[in-house]
């Protein structure tokens, strides 16, 4: 009988030993957000093995994001006082957990779907609003998880017959990307080199990235700043090297409160 038991705990001891060091290697696969497993030994009793590392991934959200797109400046012809105005037609707005991934990263979430089917245009050098609200909201399903890129993805100047049409576009015949200067003149906008894409890096999102929790809003400020952009300007259009900074807010109870 002693020989019986001792055999049992050996193998409870056995399979208690299997199972974490089972368990163990899938633990060390995690990522910025800590990944914790709860596992239950023969027995009855319970065990935890955390982790962290860069493949961990969450379970998706429905998240509300209330993102406001607009200038760093109070009066941004202080920087650039030929340019009265820059138009850009906002087609999505993405966001990935990776700083270093590519374009073609399969791990780009879209953040605001609607603007496939109704783009905004956008006027980058638009004094601040005195208010907060957000000049685009969505509620979309993604990943919850931590953010380290953003990009915004721009209208075609030369737009297919199957894109959206804007109801009222500041460009006229120049395209849905655009520089009016101060006489009047509207030029064509062209960026990075003609792609319709502006990225932001983690270098310059505050903190290097920003979170997005189960259920929770999230309140994202997007500012372009002028001062430290480079508009090159031709004959026929004008390049924009842009300088974009993205950071989390507080919603907007604060200044609705202060306004009464």
């Not at 379970?59 to 109070?74: E, G, H, P």
């Not at 707005?93 to 399969?106: C, K, L, V």
Request: proline content about 7%; glycine content about 4%; charged content about 15%.
């Amino acid at each position: 009988m002693r020989r019986a038991n001792s055999s049992c705990r050996s193998t409870e001891v056995s399979r208690k030993v299997f199972l974490v060091a089972l368990l163990f290697p899938l633990a060390l696969i995690g990522c910025d957000n800590s990944c914790l497993l709860i596992v239950s030994n023969p027995g009855g009793s319970i065990g935890t093995i955390s982790g962290s590392g860069p493949n961990c991934s969450l379970n998706t959200t429905t998240a509300t994001f209330r993102m406001s797109v607009a200038s760093s400046l109070s009066s941004a012809a202080e920087a650039q006082p030929r340019i009265q105005h820059v138009f850009v037609t906002l087609e999505g707005i993405e966001a990935n957990p990776s700083a270093s991934a590519g374009e073609n990263s399969p791990n780009w979430q879209e953040l605001a779907p609607h603007l496939a089917k109704e783009p905004v245009q956008l006027d980058l050098l638009a004094r601040p609003a005195d208010s907060c609200e957000p000049n685009i909201s969505a509620r979309v399903t993604v990943p919850a998880d931590s953010y380290r890129q953003l990009r915004l993805r721009l209208s075609p100047n030369e737009a297919e017959t199957t894109d959206p049409v804007l109801e009222q576009n500041s460009c006229g015949s120049a395209g849905f990307n655009c520089v009016v200067t101060s006489d009047g003149d509207i030029k064509p906008l062209v960026v990075d080199r003609e792609l319709s894409q502006i990225q932001i890096s983690s270098q310059q999102i505050t903190g290097g990235s920003f979170r997005i929790f189960p259920d929770a809003p999230l309140n994202l400020k997007i500012e372009f700043n002028p001062q430290s952009s480079h508009f090159i300007s031709t004959d026929s259009a004008v390049q924009l090297v842009p300088v974009f900074t993205a950071d989390v807010q507080s919603p907007c109870e604060s200044t609705t409160v202060a306004d009464r």
